[in-house]
């Protein structure tokens, strides 16, 4: 007997069905798990930067809390130092960084005569500051709410004339003088 041929369009069929079944799979249970996979492992290494971070925070640990106590025992509420030359000068240092951090220019500083009342002793500085408002205000603000405590019990405030071309718009500069005082904590006296 002559051997059976089969049909070529039998046998297209049959490689054609188990190609679309080769697919079915492939999209279907694969591609789905393979994305999953590497999904995590995208996660995974994102958590282990994390991790990397946390321990170097973590390893750091001792220097912070150190420098924290040394930060809150300087933050006081009183003026310190070993005299009164020495604290004005930190009080004229403070002064120039607030001013500057702010975004206003400081023209000068000078020490101004202490001031004693029942409670405390008070060491000020006069400085004068000029600046967009925005940067004068937050000056202002900087100084007002700095620890130790400083007050500022004098402020003249007015209108710069404008610096550069006429008729160039820009924002109007203030210029301001203030007096800014410190309490110092009179010796024998506590909370």
């Known amino acids: 007997m002559a051997p059976k041929t089969v049909a070529a369009p ?7 069905g ?12 694969i591609l ?4 999953l996979l ?11 930067m994390m991790l990397a971070r946390f321990k ?6 001792a220097a912070v809390q150190s420098a924290a106590k040394e930060t809150a025992a300087d933050q006081g509420e009183f003026l310190v130092g070993k005299n009164d030359g020495v604290i004005s000068a930190d009080l004229q240092t403070r002064l120039k960084g607030m001013v500057e951090a702010a975004g206003a220019k400081l023209r000068s500083v ?11 002793r008070y060491i000020g500085s006069r400085i004068e500051l000029f600046g967009p408002l925005a940067a004068v205000h937050r000056s202002i603000h900087a ?11 004098v402020a003249a405030i007015k209108l710069a004339p404008p610096i550069g071309q006429v008729g160039v718009p820009q924002e109007p500069l203030i210029e301001a003088q203030l007096d800014i005082f ?3 904590r009179i010796e024998g006296r506590e909370k």
């Open 110 to 120: 000078r020490n101004l005569p202490s001031q004693t009342d029942a409670q405390a």
């Open 143 to 153: 100084i007002e709410s700095a620890k130790p405590y400083l007050f500022v019990k």
């Open 38 to 48: 590497a999904n995590r492992d995208e996660e995974i290494a994102q958590q282990r």
């Open 18 to 29: 188990n190609f679309a079944v080769g697919l079915l799979v492939t999209f279907a249970c």
């Open 182 to 184: 410190g309490a110092l």
């Open 56 to 61: 170097a925070v973590a390893a750091r640990e």
């Open 10 to 16: 039998a046998y297209c069929i049959f490689i054609a």
């Open 32 to 35: 789905p798990v393979r994305d």
